[in-house]
């Protein structure tokens, strides 16, 4: 089994940044592609990033490329996603997700993902 905490979402003005945490335990961390996605209310919810074993390979959605950064720290079993000028559609409940299946895809649909935290808000105002 694998546990996973997210950190740090919170109320943030338009052009304003955050960091989100997801700190991991159980299964060896370094072993899973590492996802970020997030979920407005009454949409789906949707892929935003994620990250390979060690690091090496990223993927963003396109409407977070350039302003999300995704990374993880092995030592720390962390992921995290900075997150630089925020808009209001960025307002979502954030959650990270752990794939363990091998391969260096990185998945994008929800399914895929094996282990989930409980969710951060992320609100940004206007």
């Known amino acids: 089994q694998v546990q996973l905490v997210e950190s740090g979402g919170g109320l943030v003005q338009a052009g304003g940044s955050l960091r989100l945490s997801c700190a991991a335990s159980?299964?060896?961390?370094?072993?899973?592609?590492m996802g970020w996605f997030r979920q407005a209310p009454g949409k789906e919810r949707d892929f935003v990033a994620g990250?390979?074993?060690?690091?090496?390979?990223?993927s963003y959605a396109d409407s977070v490329k350039g302003r999300f950064t995704i990374s993880r720290d092995n030592a720390k079993n962390t992921v995290y996603l900075q997150m630089f000028s925020l808009k209001p559609d960025d307002t979502a409940i954030y959650y990270c997700?752990?794939?363990?299946?091998?391969?260096?895809?990185?998945?994008?649909?929800?399914?895929?993902?094996?282990?989930w935290g409980q969710g951060t808000q992320v609100t940004v105002s206007s």
């Open positions: 990250i390979t074993w060690f690091g090496k390979r990223t």
């Open positions: 997700a752990a794939d363990y299946t091998p391969g260096w895809a990185i998945r994008t649909m929800s399914h895929e993902y094996e282990y």
């Open positions: 159980g299964r060896t961390f370094s072993d899973c592609t």
